[in-house]
C-alpha cells in the first residue's frame, strides 16, 4: 500500500511539474490570443479579471492591423530577407566550420573561439560602420542592405555552432568513405552533411528567428514603410505617442510568433541536439 501511494505521489509530482512548465511555456500565446478578442474597454478597465472575457470578443483590432497598416507587406519582406540570409548563413559556415573543426593543433580552436566573439559584438556598436559602407553600395532603405547585413551576426554564431559539431562526427566515417573512392568534397557532401543535419537544422531555425526579431538594423538602414521587417513596422504604426493599440500589437506578435514555434516544436529534437552537440563536444 505504501509503495502504490508512493508511485502514485511520483505520477501526481511529475504530472503538477509538465503542468507548471506547460503553463509559464503556453501563457505568452495565451496571453497575446486573449488580447486579440479583447475589446478595447475590456484591455483597459482595471477592475476587470485580464486573464477572461467580460465583453464579446470583437475583430476589431485584427481589422485595425491588416487594414490601416501593410502587415502582409511587412510579412513577406521578413519572410524574404530570412530565407535570403538562412542560405547564406549555411554556405558560408557549413564550409567554414568544417574547416576549423579539421584543422589541427590549436588554430583550429583559436580561430574558433576568435570567430563567436565577433558574434558578441553589440549591434549598437556595428551599425554606425556599417551605415557607411550600405551608403558607399547604394542600399540604403532596400532589403538587400538587411540581407547583407544580417549575416555578420549568424554566420560567426552558426560557424562556431558548427565546429563543435562537426567535431561529434568520427573521422573513420571520411575515411572509410574514401577509401571507397569518394574524394574529400565528396564525402563531405554525402557522409558529414547527413550525419550533421540536426546541426545544420539548428543553424537555419537560430537565423531565422534571428531575422524575425532584430530591430536596430531595420529600423537604421530602411525608411520606407514598405520595407519595413514585422520587428520594426509593428511598433512604427502601432505605437503612436502615448497610444498603444495592444490588441492589434498582440495579434501580429501572435501570427508572426506562429510559424516559429510551429517549426520548434516539429523540430525540437534536433534543435536541442544540435545545441548540445555544438556547444558541449
Known amino acids: 500500500m505504501t509503495g502504490g501511494l ?49 465583453d464579446p ?6 481589422r485595425t492591423l491588416f487594414e490601416d497598416t501593410i502587415f502582409l507587406q511587412w510579412l513577406w519582406n521578413t519572410a524574404f530577407v530570412g530565407v535570403l540570409v538562412v542560405i547564406i548563413t549555411i554556405v558560408l559556415a557549413v564550409p567554414a566550420g568544417y574547416s576549423l573543426a579539421r584543422t589541427t593543433g590549436r588554430w583550429g580552436q583559436t580561430l574558433g573561439v576568435g ?5 558578441l ?14 551608403a558607399w553600395l547604394g ?27 562537426f567535431k561529434a562526427v ?12 569518394l574524394s ?27 531575422v524575425f526579431q532584430e530591430f536596430v538594423y531595420g529600423v537604421t538602414f530602411i525608411t520606407a514603410s514598405t520595407n519595413y521587417t514585422v520587428s520594426v513596422g509593428v511598433p512604427t504604426f502601432l505605437v503612436r505617442g502615448d497610444v498603444y493599440f495592444w490588441g492589434s500589437m498582440m495579434a501580429a506578435c501572435l501570427i508572426a510568433s506562429l510559424p516559429i514555434a510551429v517549426i520548434y516544436n516539429l523540430f525540437v529534437d534536433r534543435f536541442v541536439a544540435g545545441f548540445t552537440a555544438g556547444a558541449v563536444k
Not at 546541426?199 to 534571428?210: A, D, H, Q, R, S
Open 115 to 119: 570567430i563567436f566573439l565577433t558574434y
Open 6 to 54: 508512493a508511485r502514485t505521489a511520483r505520477r501526481v509530482g511529475r504530472f503538477g511539474l509538465l503542468a507548471g512548465f506547460v503553463g509559464f511555456l503556453a501563457f505568452p500565446f495565451y496571453w497575446m490570443l486573449i488580447t486579440t478578442f479583447k475589446t478595447t474597454q475590456d484591455l483597459h478597465n482595471t477592475e476587470y479579471n485580464p486573464y477572461l472575457f467580460h
Open 170 to 181: 568520427p573521422r573513420d566515417l571520411e575515411e572509410a568513405a574514401m577509401l571507397d573512392g
Open 57 to 62: 470578443p470583437t475583430l476589431e483590432h485584427l
Open 139 to 165: 542600399l540604403q532603405d532596400s532589403l538587400w542592405s538587411l540581407v547583407l547585413v544580417y549575416p555578420s551576426i549568424s554566420v560567426p554564431f552558426c560557424t562556431w555552432l558548427l565546429m563543435g559539431f
Open 121 to 134: 559584438v553589440p549591434p549598437t556598436i556595428l551599425f554606425i560602420p556599417l551605415a557607411r559602407v550600405i
Open 184 to 210: 574529400r568534397l565528396a564525402a563531405f557532401v554525402r557522409v558529414v552533411v547527413p550525419v550533421s543535419i540536426a546541426g545544420i537544422l539548428t543553424c537555419v531555425i537560430f537565423t531565422f528567428t534571428l
